[in-house]
């Protein structure tokens, strides 16, 4: 299981930017996708969940209503659309993936930023000037 985000880069605050995450080799469907993201000097940060389910994605509170995760499954790929970008979003972001089976969407939905998965992808850079 290979994970591979990308679309980052150096946005203005208040712009937008959006990330990809890729399944390499493997469905996308059969997974539960979160983004995270890191700043230098600060622990490791859920952004974004979304189940494989219909179920509605969760959120941060930080993010709510200027974030939106999506799926393409033509394209095997989770989207990050971040729209109204603050000099505090800027760090490194990461998808994840857990299999599906792996939690029931309950308990998933209630703590995707906090459970095991089973893959990351390599983090790509997100930078937001003032």
């Known amino acids: 299981v290979q994970l591979q985000a990308f679309g980052g880069g150096l946005a203005q605050s208040g712009g937008s930017l959006r990330l990809s995450c890729a399944g390499l080799?493997?469905?996308?469907?059969?997974?539960?996708i979160g983004w995270f993201r890191q700043a230098p000097g600060k622990e490791r940060e859920g952004v974004a969940c979304?189940?494989?389910?219909?179920?509605?994605?969760y959120y941060a509170d930080s993010v709510k209503g200027r974030f939106t995760i999506s799926r393409d499954s033509a394209k095997n790929t989770v989207y990050l659309q971040m729209n109204s970008l603050k000099p505090d979003d800027a760090a490194v972001y990461y998808c994840?993936?857990?299999?599906?089976?792996?939690?029931?969407?309950?308990?998933?939905?209630?703590?995707?930023?906090?459970?095991?998965?089973?893959?990351w992808g390599q983090g790509t850079q997100v930078t937001v000037s003032s």
């Open positions: 080799g493997f469905s996308l469907n059969d997974y539960r």
């Open positions: 979304t189940s494989s389910s219909a179920g509605s994605p």
């Open positions: 994840a993936a857990v299999r599906s089976r792996r939690y029931s969407s309950s308990y998933y939905n209630t703590r995707c930023f906090e459970v095991g998965y089973d893959a």
